[in-house]
């Protein structure tokens, strides 16, 4: 029977949750012009829309916030936060953001110029909105096994370097501006990238002499597979593997609303106090404020300095991705295709092995997510193509690689009871998956537009 370790912690306060009715959620869907991220909060029960923001912070996290140092320059909570940065990562320069979207807008107009292309393993899509906006283009090259949702291998987050070789000669090393890492690959499921598939990336892009840069988010729960499944790494301290992975990049982009477990902030890095530091700052100060604070207040910065702590800690890893390998694991016994192995972050259900009468262009995905809010009050979201923009030249709707419907787990917020709750609503609607039918999009931006796009039901009717 499946099982995950207990959570290393015990819960101090708590947050009503609201249970509504089919007719209420039948209404607030409609409402939200078939958009999970136009529901309001009050009209979800269990939200696994992300595990950005949505974790629960400590006792000593809370308590910190009291410390918080609000001076507008030099603040002591900004040195807190360097110190346990420099600790961590072994670097020397950090600079606070208000998120990670906002380190990519510092550090890529830096490394990008118009008509350069940037390689990762996969863009997640604000890192390929940015770099879009730099006038570039993100092209990504994960190994093929990622693209396999029922294949084993411990790793579909890897780079696929051969590939990269072969992108790098076909653009010629001038025209590649910067070569990114997504750790954990959170587009492919999130889905680790090894130590030694790390090393030979940064291998290429030193004799390429192309910028390597981390995409960072969710770097502690990659360290933890890594020590988990990497041959030659069990006997070694998370911290260590931590250190092992930044040890060859030049920047790093964070998102610290995940494994910071803060509801804001993030971090850009640079390893050298270089020309291209010179260049984030000349960016945070007139996006993100003066570079002691960066876009955060001196108790979010706190909170940050604790948070990296706890989420590097190995009790609380293993007992998190236990439960997201719990998830997968009944999931899967319940003949709902995943993902597989279980990734960090969140369950990735294969809708179109789900769903294989609605195409590509009816968004699979996104019709498996209205139909399990429908259901049981859950919220995820398509990672498909319905995330996918239109490409800017021809208009047309990409095929995404994979159409996935994400269901993420928030740090330390549910319990054993709310993942069996996901697991019975998912078999429910498996049972009727034969009759669902798509939805196509009706009012959309042009970028990033998924968090916005108004659609409605194709061919079949609510
Ligand atoms: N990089 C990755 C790999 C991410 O997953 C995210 C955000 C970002 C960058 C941007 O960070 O949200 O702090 O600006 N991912 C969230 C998600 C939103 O739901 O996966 P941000």
Same mark, same amino acid.
């Given at each position: 029977?499946?099982t995950y370790?207990p959570?290393?912690y015990r819960?101090?306060?708590v947050?009503p949750?609201r249970?509504t009715?089919k007719e209420e959620?039948d209404?607030a869907i409609?409402?939200s012009?078939?958009? =999970?991220?136009? +529901?309001?909060?009050?009209?979800?029960?269990i939200?696994?829309?992300t595990?950005?923001?949505?974790g629960?912070?400590?006792?000593r996290?809370w308590?910190?916030?009291?410390l918080?140092?609000?001076?507008?320059?030099?603040?002591? &909570?900004?040195?807190?936060? @360097?110190?346990?940065?420099?600790?961590l990562f072994?670097?020397?320069y950090?600079?606070?953001?208000?998120?990670?979207?906002?380190?990519e807008k510092v550090l890529f107009?830096n490394?990008?110029?118009?008509?350069? #292309?940037?390689i990762?393993?996969?863009?997640?899509?604000?890192t390929a909105?940015?770099v @879009?906006?730099c006038?570039a283009?993100?092209v990504?090259?994960?190994?093929?096994?990622a693209l396999?949702?029922s294949?084993?291998?411990?790793f579909k987050g890897?780079t696929d370097?051969?590939? =990269?070789?072969?992108l790098?000669?076909?653009?010629?090393?001038?025209?590649v501006?910067m070569i990114? !890492?997504?750790?954990?690959c959170?587009s492919?499921g999130?889905?680790?990238v090894s130590?030694a598939?790390?090393?030979?990336t940064?291998?290429?892009?030193?004799?390429?002499?192309i910028? +390597?840069v981390?995409?960072?988010?969710?770097?502690a729960?990659n $360290?933890?597979?890594?020590?988990?499944? /990497?041959?030659g790494?069990?006997?070694?301290?998370?911290?260590e !593997?931590?250190?092992d @992975?930044f040890?060859?990049a030049?920047a790093?982009?964070?998102s610290?609303?995940?494994?910071? #477990?803060?509801?804001?902030?993030?971090?850009v $890095?640079?390893r050298?106090?270089?020309?291209l530091?010179?260049?984030v700052?000349?960016l945070v100060?007139p996006? /993100?404020?003066?570079l002691?604070?960066? *876009?955060?207040?001196?108790?979010d @910065?706190? $909170? =940050?300095?604790?948070g990296l702590?706890?989420g +590097?800690d190995?009790s609380f890893?293993?007992?998190?991705?236990?439960q997201t390998?719990y998830?997968?694991?009944r999931l899967v016994?319940?003949?709902?295709?995943c993902q597989?192995?279980a990734?960090?972050?969140a369950?990735?259900v294969d809708?179109r092995?789900l769903?294989p009468?609605?195409l590509?262009?009816l968004f699979?995905?996104? &019709?498996?997510?209205?139909?399990l809010?429908?259901e049981? *009050?859950i919220r995820?979201c398509?990672?498909g193509s319905?995330?996918?923009?239109?490409d800017?030249?021809t208009?047309?709707?990409?095929?995404?690689?994979? /159409?996935?419907a994400r269901?993420?787990?928030?740090?330390?917020?549910y319990t054993?009871?709310h993942l069996?709750?996901?697991?019975?609503s998912?078999a429910k609607?498996?049972?009727?998956a034969s009759s669902?039918?798509?939805?196509r #999009?009706v009012?959309?931006e042009?970028i990033?537009r998924?968090f916005?796009?108004?659609?409605e039901?194709w &061919?079949?009717?609510l």
């Amino acid at each position: 029977m499946a099982t995950y370790m207990p959570e290393p912690y015990r819960i101090k306060m708590v947050e009503p949750l609201r249970v509504t009715t089919k007719e209420e959620r039948d209404t607030a869907i409609r409402r939200s012009h078939f958009n =999970l991220f136009g +529901l309001k909060s009050d009209d979800v029960y269990i939200d696994m829309l992300t595990d950005s923001g949505t974790g629960a912070m400590s006792d000593r996290q809370w308590a910190a916030i009291m410390l918080g140092d609000e001076s507008y320059a030099g603040s002591r &909570s900004y040195y807190k936060l @360097m110190d346990t940065c420099g600790d961590l990562f072994g670097w020397s320069y950090f600079q606070p953001v208000h998120q990670g979207r906002a380190a990519e807008k510092v550090l890529f107009p830096n490394l990008l110029k118009p008509g350069q #292309i940037s390689i990762s393993n996969m863009h997640f899509d604000t890192t390929a909105g940015h770099v @879009m906006l730099c006038g570039a283009r993100p092209v990504n090259c994960v190994v093929a096994e990622a693209l396999d949702p029922s294949s084993l291998y411990p790793f579909k987050g890897n780079t696929d370097n051969a590939r =990269l070789k072969e992108l790098i000669d076909q653009y010629g090393r001038d025209k590649v501006g910067m070569i990114v !890492i997504t750790v954990t690959c959170n587009s492919a499921g999130g889905q680790p990238v090894s130590l030694a598939n790390m090393k030979e990336t940064a291998a290429i892009a030193r004799q390429a002499g192309i910028p +390597l840069v981390i995409d960072a988010a969710r770097f502690a729960e990659n $360290a933890f597979f890594i020590k988990e499944r /990497e041959e030659g790494q069990a006997d070694r301290t998370i911290r260590e !593997i931590v250190l092992d @992975m930044f040890a060859e990049a030049d920047a790093f982009t964070f998102s610290a609303k995940k494994d910071g #477990i803060v509801n804001m902030g993030g971090l850009v $890095a640079v390893r050298d106090d270089s020309e291209l530091m010179a260049g984030v700052r000349r960016l945070v100060v007139p996006n /993100e404020g003066f570079l002691s604070y960066g *876009g955060l207040a001196g108790r979010d @910065m706190e $909170a =940050l300095a604790i948070g990296l702590v706890e989420g +590097l800690d190995e009790s609380f890893l293993r007992s998190y991705t236990g439960q997201t390998c719990y998830l997968v694991d009944r999931l899967v016994e319940e003949g709902i295709p995943c993902q597989q192995p279980a990734g960090g972050h969140a369950v990735f259900v294969d809708a179109r092995q789900l769903l294989p009468q609605i195409l590509y262009d009816l968004f699979p995905a996104q &019709s498996l997510c209205i139909e399990l809010y429908r259901e049981a *009050g859950i919220r995820g979201c398509d990672v498909g193509s319905f995330m996918l923009d239109p490409d800017p030249e021809t208009g047309e709707q990409p095929q995404a690689a994979m /159409e996935f419907a994400r269901f993420c787990i928030p740090r330390r917020t549910y319990t054993q009871a709310h993942l069996d709750y996901v697991v019975a609503s998912l078999a429910k609607v498996k049972e009727r998956a034969s009759s669902l039918g798509g939805y196509r #999009i009706v009012r959309a931006e042009k970028i990033l537009r998924h968090f916005t796009a108004r659609l409605e039901p194709w &061919s079949h009717t609510l």
